[in-house]
């Protein structure tokens, strides 16, 4: 089993920026990637952002693309994700997942592992 904890949200004007961390503990060696998804109150879970543990491979969301960055630190277990100018329409709770193929994936269905997901609320 993994067991990932988010952190780092919270309320922030628009073009403001927050980091949010992502704390994985368990068996953390049988998973190949990390990933951010958001899902805004009656929408659908979205792909955000993903990283593999090398740090080798990224993949962003058109959407948060040149604006979100990822990161990851495989020997603390953390994954980050930097979030910058941000807007309002990223107002969403955030979710970490964890997944074990290894292929990097968009989709949630394909992550074993969710965190509880942490707010974050963007005023105009």
């Known amino acids: 089993q993994v067991q990932l904890v988010e952190s780092g949200g919270g309320f922030v004007q628009a073009g403001g920026s927050l980091r949010l961390s992502c704390a994985a503990s368990g068996r953390t060696s049988g998973t190949y990637s990390m990933g951010w998804f958001r899902q805004a109150p009656g929408k659908e879970r979205e792909f955000v952002a993903v990283?593999?543990?090398?740090?080798?491979?990224?993949y962003y969301a058109d959407s948060v693309k040149g604006r979100f960055t990822i990161s990851a630190d495989s020997a603390k277990k953390m994954v980050y994700l930097q979030m910058n100018s941000l807007k309002p329409e990223d107002t969403a709770v955030y979710y970490c997942?964890?997944?074990?193929?290894?292929?990097?994936?968009?989709?949630?269905?394909?992550?074993?592992?969710w965190g509880q997901g942490t707010q974050v609320t963007v005023s105009s």
């Open positions: 990283i593999t543990w090398s740090g080798r491979n990224t």
């Open positions: 997942a964890a997944d074990r193929s290894i292929t990097v994936q968009t989709t949630p269905r394909a992550y074993d592992y």
